[in-house]
């Protein structure tokens, strides 16, 4: 008779796994409403950001150049307005700030399809980037927003799992996104500035949202912590920018984060690279039949599956840690880019797809265990009354990585993985040269991810040398200390 106690331990794994989801129970109305809203908002700015260029050039006129540099342009005043949206969340509130960020992206999403739609209307690309410009502080506002609101709105037992769900739904926006795109364009057959009057759809959408789930501002807290715990979690002083500012100056662990966002950035920038430095790589390498959307796929499908499977498990480890691992994770995932497989005798469009796949499977990996816990960290070392302002710098990496790789990539590409290569004088494709071992390591574009990747990594062996530095008055979660 065989024996049925792994069959029992197996059962029990999986509902205790299931179980483990209860935690969110503990959330109410507000936060779901904020993830709703950050769904659809976050289907609608990744459409527009992954449109802007192309509506800029095909349907305005702009030249790629013109087109990249007003992107560039849009993605450094985001940055900018980091460091000053957290602070009129903590003053606005949870509920006015969101009201204000979606009436102000309504407004200009309108606007920019008004543009779009009349041809006759002069210099239409300049008063497109103008608007692009003038929707920076919303984007801004609108992701310091979600993540004030999601450790509002959750315990400290469930702010774990909260942080989670909250990247799952805005990477579900991120998928959604690019289907909402090809929708428009290839099955409506409808112009490129469509994508922006799908904005304008979500952000009435958020706005009732909005009106109907958020009614209350006030932390949320387990009636299973102590007294003493309840009492420090809903003390929350309402200041305006200018205190805030000078509060925040005076404080210790906002150099603590300056300096973690410094070592962290080489990281954030790699999945920039995913979107700027890849798709041509991989046409130049493999060839102009490369499966590059396919290949950009596996990012957001995997790291939707990954965290889903994740969740349950985010609040029985270190917050810092899993961050500094997972970080690492991602930035050793540059690695297989780095080796020449062609160089031992293997196919050039099998190599590279092969480690196309180990690197994008490596990256989701390191995004589902660290990316969420960057946040979850911000706001558990944020002063009270100041987690949007922290959450807003949190956010800096990201915005910095994405101003950087885009002003470097042309430089980048040109350097390592150019079109074409010059050998003995002549012009010569650039896979053709790699076919023939005509070009040494350091000209190969291997040298690129190689030079990147330990750029990353050096960041993240920083990060864990000053663990204990970076780690004070850190605010554990249960289970997570």
Same mark, same amino acid.
């Given at each position: 008779?065989?024996?049925?106690?792994?069959?029992?331990?197996?059962?029990?794994? +999986?509902?205790?796994?299931?179980?483990?989801?209860?935690?969110? $129970?503990?959330?109410?109305?507000?936060?779901?409403?904020?993830? #709703? +809203?950050?769904?659809?908002?976050?289907?609608?700015?990744? !459409?527009?950001?992954?449109?802007?260029?192309?509506?800029?050039?095909?349907?305005?006129?702009?030249?790629?150049?013109?087109?990249?540099?007003?992107?560039?342009?849009?993605?450094?005043?985001?940055?900018?307005?980091?460091?000053?949206?957290?602070?009129?969340?903590?003053?606005?509130? #949870?509920?006015?700030?969101? +009201?204000?960020?979606?009436?102000?992206?309504?407004?200009?999403?309108?606007?920019?399809?008004?543009?779009?739609?009349? %041809?006759?209307?002069?210099?239409?690309?300049?008063?497109?980037?103008?608007?692009?410009?003038?929707?920076?502080?919303?984007?801004?506002?609108?992701?310091? #927003?979600?993540?004030?609101?999601?450790?509002?709105?959750?315990?400290?037992?469930?702010?774990?799992?909260?942080?989670?769900?909250?990247?799952?739904?805005?990477?579900?926006?991120?998928?959604? !996104?690019?289907?909402?795109?090809?929708?428009?364009?290839?099955?409506?057959?409808?112009?490129?500035?469509?994508?922006?009057?799908?904005?304008?759809?979500?952000?009435?959408?958020?706005?009732?949202?909005?009106?109907?789930?958020?009614?209350?501002?006030?932390?949320?807290?387990?009636?299973?912590?102590?007294?003493?715990?309840?009492?420090?979690?809903?003390?929350?002083? $309402?200041?305006? %920018?200018?205190?805030?500012? $000078?509060?925040? @100056?005076?404080?210790?662990?906002?150099?603590?984060?300056?300096?973690?966002?410094?070592?962290?950035?080489?990281?954030?920038?790699?999945?920039?690279?995913?979107?700027?430095?890849? %798709?041509?790589?991989?046409?130049?390498? @493999?060839? =102009?039949?490369?499966?590059?959307?396919?290949?950009?796929?596996?990012?957001?499908?995997?790291?939707?599956?990954?965290?889903?499977?994740? #969740? =349950?498990?985010?609040?029985?480890?270190?917050?810092? $840690?899993?961050?500094?691992?997972?970080?690492? @994770?991602?930035? @050793?995932?540059?690695?297989?880019?780095?080796?020449?497989?062609?160089?031992?005798?293997?196919?050039?469009?099998?190599?590279?797809?092969?480690?196309?796949?180990?690197?994008?499977?490596?990256?989701?990996?390191?995004?589902?265990?660290?990316?969420?816990?960057?946040?979850?960290?911000?706001?558990?070392? !944020?002063?009270?009354?100041?987690?949007?302002?922290?959450?807003?710098?949190?956010?800096?990496?990201?915005?910095? !990585?994405?101003?950087?790789?885009?002003?470097?990539?042309?430089?980048?590409?040109?350097?390592?993985? =150019?079109?074409?290569?010059?050998?003995?004088?002549?012009?010569?494709?650039?896979?053709?040269?790699?076919?023939?071992?005509?070009?040494?390591?350091?000209?190969?574009?291997?040298?690129?991810?190689?030079?990147?990747?330990?750029?990353?990594?050096?960041?993240?062996?920083?990060?864990?040398?000053?663990?204990?530095?970076?780690?004070?008055?850190?605010?554990?979660? =249960?289970?997570?200390?």
């Amino acid at each position: 008779m065989s024996d049925p106690a792994p069959r029992q331990t197996f059962s029990a794994a +999986v509902l205790g796994y299931f179980r483990d989801f209860g935690v969110l $129970r503990e959330t109410q109305a507000e936060y779901w409403g904020v993830q #709703i +809203v950050n769904f659809l908002d976050c289907t609608a700015y990744f !459409a527009l950001l992954t449109i802007a260029a192309v509506f800029l050039s095909d349907d305005l006129g702009m030249t790629d150049k013109q087109a990249g540099y007003t992107i560039t342009a849009f993605t450094s005043a985001t940055s900018l307005m980091l460091l000053f949206s957290g602070m009129l969340t903590d003053w606005l509130g #949870i509920r006015r700030g969101l +009201v204000v960020t979606m009436w102000g992206s309504l407004v200009l999403r309108l606007a920019v399809v008004w543009v779009g739609l009349t %041809p006759s209307l002069p210099h239409r690309g300049i008063i497109a980037g103008v608007l692009l410009f003038l929707m920076a502080p919303f984007m801004a506002a609108i992701q310091t #927003i979600f993540q004030s609101a999601t450790n509002r709105y959750t315990t400290r037992r469930s702010r774990s799992a909260g942080f989670n769900l909250w990247y799952l739904f805005m990477n579900i926006g991120a998928a959604a !996104a690019g289907f909402s795109i090809d929708i428009v364009r290839q099955w409506l057959h409808l112009p490129n500035v469509h994508i922006f009057t799908l904005g304008v759809v979500t952000a009435v959408l958020c706005l009732v949202v909005a009106q109907l789930m958020i009614k209350r501002e006030d932390q949320l807290v387990s009636p299973d912590d102590p007294p003493a715990a309840q009492a420090e979690e809903k003390q929350v002083v $309402r200041q305006n %920018p200018l205190q805030i500012w $000078r509060g925040m @100056i005076r404080e210790p662990a906002i150099w603590r984060l300056l300096v973690l966002i410094a070592l962290i950035v080489g990281v954030r920038a790699v999945y920039v690279y995913l979107y700027l430095l890849m %798709p041509k790589y991989w046409l130049r390498t @493999i060839g =102009p039949d490369a499966a590059f959307g396919t290949l950009n796929a596996i990012n957001p499908i995997g790291i939707v599956i990954g965290l889903v499977i994740f #969740i =349950p498990f985010a609040n029985r480890f270190p917050i810092y $840690r899993m961050l500094v691992y997972g970080a690492m @994770i991602s930035s @050793i995932a540059l690695v297989p880019m780095a080796v020449p497989w062609t160089a031992y005798g293997m196919d050039i469009g099998r190599a590279h797809y092969l480690m196309a796949l180990l690197c994008m499977i490596l990256v989701t990996i390191g995004e589902v265990v660290w990316s969420p816990k960057l946040y979850e960290f911000t706001a558990a070392i !944020a002063p009270k009354g100041q987690e949007g302002t922290y959450l807003g710098l949190s956010l800096i990496p990201w915005f910095l !990585a994405k101003t950087l790789v885009s002003a470097f990539s042309g430089h980048l590409l040109e350097r390592w993985s =150019p079109e074409t290569v010059m050998v003995h004088g002549v012009a010569t494709p650039l896979q053709t040269a790699m076919v023939a071992h005509q070009l040494d390591y350091w000209h190969r574009p291997e040298a690129m991810w190689l030079v990147l990747g330990t750029y990353a990594l050096v960041g993240c062996i920083g990060a864990a040398f000053l663990e204990k530095w970076l780690t004070q008055g850190v605010k554990a979660s =249960p289970g997570a200390a």
